[in-house]
T-cell receptor, first 115, second 113 residues
Framework: EAQVTQNPRYLITVTGKKLTVTCSQN?????MSWYRQDPGLGLRQIYY???????DKGDVPEGYKVSRKEKRNFPLILESPSPNQTSLYFC??????????????FGPGTRLLVL | DAKTTQPTSMDCAEGRAANLPCNHS???????VYWYRQIHSQGPQYIIH???NNETNEMASLIITEDRKSSTLILPHATLRDTAVYYC??????????????FGTGTRLKVLA
């Protein structure tokens, strides 16, 4: 089944404790991205990657890191989480860009609480 | 960047057409309009997209006004499973050659039995 998976789905942590949220897709998509969703603000893009070893900042990259060592995986790293990073996080992937037929496939989400 | 404006919530009777409006008055000529929906807090799901012409697929129809400043998503026969938050999105081009989705805050559609 074609899908985007994220782990963990739920995470409670404390301020300053490094964490990684994994994202994997099995559709051979070149483009992957991370979003956060907060009440009243919709989805905002954190980072994106056009291909292996190619990443770039989205709209809200502060406090996050990413890597793209393999095509299928795009982990999101919070080196020193803070309470304002409490949010619902989504990973997404889409086929080669640019293409007018491109749509994004979203993962199931990771709910993060930073105490 | 173009922004979208949607009503916060709407109700629709089961079996009737659900018409969800979206205003995107600052959209540029090459920017597409996308619609996604999100059921509970699951990952958003693609519905439909278009540029100028009206579009239809197995899920919905998209009507875009001639001046492209607004659009309407139509679910022709709403069911209880269509209860979700519907996002009208403008896709804008980045200088890097990729695209950015600008999400609005969405319309919470409730389909009533």
């Amino acid at each position: 089944e074609a899908q985007v998976t994220q782990n963990p789905r739920y995470l409670i942590t404390v301020t300053g404790k490094k964490l990684t949220v994994t994202c994997s897709q099995n559709m051979n998509h070149e483009y992957m991205s991370w979003y956060r969703q907060d009440p009243g603000l919709g989805l905002r893009q954190i980072y994106y990657s056009m291909n292996v070893e190619v990443t770039d900042k989205g709209d809200v990259p502060e406090g996050y890191k990413v890597s793209r060592k393999e095509k299928r995986n795009f982990p999101l790293i919070l080196e020193s989480p803070s309470p304002n990073q409490t949010s619902l996080y989504f990973c997404a992937s889409s086929p080669t860009l640019p293409s007018v037929r491109e749509t994004q496939y979203f993962g199931p989400g990771t709910r993060l609480l930073v105490l | 960047d173009a922004k979208t404006t949607q009503p916060t919530s709407m109700d629709c009777a089961e079996g009737r057409a659900a018409n969800l409006p979206c205003n995107h008055s600052t959209i540029s000529g090459n920017e597409y309009v996308y619609w996604y929906r999100q059921i509970h807090s699951q990952g958003p799901q693609y519905i439909i997209h278009g540029l100028k012409n009206n579009e239809t697929n197995e899920m919905a129809s998209l009507i875009i006004t001639e001046d492209r400043k607004s659009s309407t998503l139509i679910l022709p026969h709403a069911t209880l499973r269509d209860t979700a938050v519907y996002y009208c999105i403008v896709r804008v081009a980045r200088t890097s050659g990729t695209y950015k989705y600008i999400f609005g805050t969405g319309t919470r559609l409730k389909v009533l039995a």
